[in-house]
């Protein structure tokens, strides 16, 4: 994240500035930006060889926030929506990353634990997008703001920075902020927490205080950076970033051939090359049109798709509209460049997270990308899994999807691709797929009085249990009574709609068990709803192993969830030959 060779270039003119001169401020936060600076100074060695986030990490969030909400600042975060452009090459860092852990592991087989951690140090640590779903949850626990762009957060926070209101006054993000306008950007944030010893009972016990009168804030202007770079304008200057390499378009080859810059280049080499050529990008891709780099990607195009999807970029505003910016000379194909749009009511779904940004990508870009898991991927079984087994859950999900929207998303054209074979490609045509479920779904409109009366009986006063739960939805279906009423013939245009959370919640659980299979056409459990339904009674009070033990009870029903020799290529005592059947299922568990 970040444009590195400007940011390593700029280092040295980052000014400081105490905590205290942003009290009563709001300041906007690039949620993603925000999580690589938390992963990557101290990234726990074995991380990636155990899976699963940072121990420590939802209590080092919330610690931080807190400090500075003390300090007068309110934060507000922005997450990266829908996917937009083309990935250069989407599974490289997942298959980097699998086979450094691979090399890791190797390492620990021959007794070399240090030369292990070494290299488990080193293979990765979660992607901030990987850990986005938990941020929103922690935040939504919490009470800290946030929203979701449609596409890009670095565009909605300019938006917000720029809008006649103001509705922020400073952002902290990355470098990328000046492609957008912004002028100026915090980059780091300094705390500092005065350490106290106290003696009780003869021990020594340690407490911190967050001191912000300490505390302070790195910053940088662009000004200041057009000035050091000999004056230039804020179109070379956006020039020379882009060309310089970012996650808005890659780098330009010819700075990346060692035969002429032996030593790698730097931003101020960026600024001469495209001032040599008459200070025009056009004129620096024919002169390098020779190169076979440059004509495979198509550079030019690339760039100037870049160039409008930051001109024209989408955002959602103060109103709740999304708007492309300077709509009214956008080209007529601005999509193409920025991402395709979806319904106001889909994009208010995604703006307060209560929808994920998976399923409306692959709609949006027909791509349904499949990363190499962290051990690679490289089992018969996994392969498998990902590629047959769970292609008609993710069809599933793209077919509810297109027929709640627009008809030019039920023709859309969709192609599947994996990381372990990167010529293949599943084509299939959403409209092959129509209708969907959504007919059976609309008999699900059971409201507040008879969720609440069912809860009653059910003597459920624990919080993840009640309605919209998963444990909720099995054993309120137990009773045949109350499942006979929960069925109707499908909701009628004058019906009334679901209003409470507590009607939104429960029906959706129902429908996406009855999705699944767990609970049939007449509202009855199925036979493995009935499985389900034995399992969560054995949670007992255990209510957060619910999700845990949904999946258990899914991974049965595609035969995964046995004592099989699946990973041969895993170490560990199970699968020598000296654990029980039960410790070899433990083990191929997450």
């Known amino acids: 994240m970040g444009i590195p060779v400007l940011d390593a270039w700029a280092s040295r003119l980052v000014k400081s500035m105490p905590l205290t001169s942003l009290r009563d401020s709001v300041v906007g936060i690039d949620a993603s930006y925000y999580l690589e600076s938390l992963l990557s100074p101290s990234k726990e060695p074995l991380l990636s060889a155990l899976g699963g986030f940072p121990f420590a990490l939802e209590s080092t969030i919330v610690k931080e926030i807190g400090d500075w909400q003390s300090a007068g600042l309110e934060p507000h975060f922005v997450f990266n929506g829908l996917v937009s452009g083309t990935k250069d090459e989407p599974f490289g860092a997942s298959i980097a990353s699998a086979a450094k852990n691979a090399a890791a592991f190797e390492r620990y087989e021959k007794d070399m634990a240090s030369e292990a951690i070494s290299v488990f140090k080193t293979s990765g640590a979660p992607t901030p997008a990987a850990l986005t779903d938990f941020l929103k949850k922690v935040f939504h626990e919490h009470g800290i703001g946030f929203t979701v762009a449609p596409f890009s957060a670095l565009a909605q926070l300019a938006y917000y920075e720029k809008d006649s209101n103001q509705l922020i006054d400073a952002i902290y993000g990355p470098s990328e902020l000046f492609l957008y306008g912004v002028e100026k950007i915090i980059t780091k944030f300094d705390l500092v927490h005065d350490i106290f010893e ?5 021990s020594t016990k340690r407490t911190s205080r967050f001191a912000a009168e300490d505390s302070s804030f790195r910053w940088l202007d662009r000004q200041t950076c057009l000035e050091e770079l000999g004056h230039i304008s804020v179109d070379l200057f956006t020039d020379a970033c882009l060309l310089a390499g970012s996650s808005l378009l890659r780098t330009i080859p010819p700075l ?56 024209h970029h989408v955002v959602i505003t103060k109103d709740g509209n999304v708007e492309t910016l300077d709509a009214e000379h956008a080209p007529s194909d601005v999509h193409d460049c920025v991402g395709q749009r979806l319904p106001e009511e889909l994009n208010m779904y995604l703006s307060r997270g209560m929808l994920r940004t998976r399923v409306p990508t692959w709609l949006t870009s027909g791509i349904i990308h499949l990363d190499a898991p962290l051990d690679g991927g490289n089992s018969v079984e996994y392969q498998n899994l990902v590629k047959t087994q769970l292609e008609p859950w993710r069809r599933d999900a793209l077919c509810l999807l297109s027929e709640s929207i627009h008809r030019y998303y039920q023709r859309k054209e969709i192609t599947t691709r994996l990381w372990y074979d990167q010529e293949y490609e599943a084509k299939f045509n959403i409209k092959d797929l129509l209708p969907s479920s959504k007919e059976m779904m609309r008999a699900w409109n059971v409201k507040a009085d008879a969720i609440a009366g069912r809860a009653i009986e059910l003597n459920v006063t624990a919080k993840n249990a009640g309605p919209g739960s998963l444990h909720y939805a099995i054993q309120s279906l137990t009773d045949q009574s109350f499942s006979t009423k929960t069925t109707s013939p499908g909701r009628k245009d004058d019906e009334e709609p679901l209003k409470s959370l507590a009607e939104v919640t429960a029906n959706v659980a129902w429908r996406f068990l009855q999705l699944r299979g767990f609970i049939g056409k007449n509202h009855q459990l199925t036979a493995w709803g009935k499985v389900l339904q034995t399992v969560f009674s054995t949670l007992e009070t255990s209510y957060n ?17 046995n004592a099989d020799t699946m990973f041969p290529d895993c170490s560990g005592a199970p699968l020598r030959g000296t654990g029980s059947c039960s410790m070899i299922i433990v083990s191929h568990t997450p």
């Open 198 to 202: 106290t003696t009780e009972q003869g």
């Open 256 to 311: 990346q051939n060692p035969n002429i810059y032996s030593k790698g280049y730097s931003i101020r080499d960026v600024v001469r090359l495209i001032t040599s050529c008459g200070h025009s990008v056009t004129t620096v891709c024919r002169q390098y049109q020779d190169d076979s780099l440059v004509k495979s990607l198509d550079y030019l195009d690339r760039y100037r798709r870049a160039v409008i999807g930051i001109k």
């Open 545 to 561: 192993l619910q999700e845990a033990a949904f999946v258990a009870v899914e991974l049965m029903r595609l035969g995964l969830l």
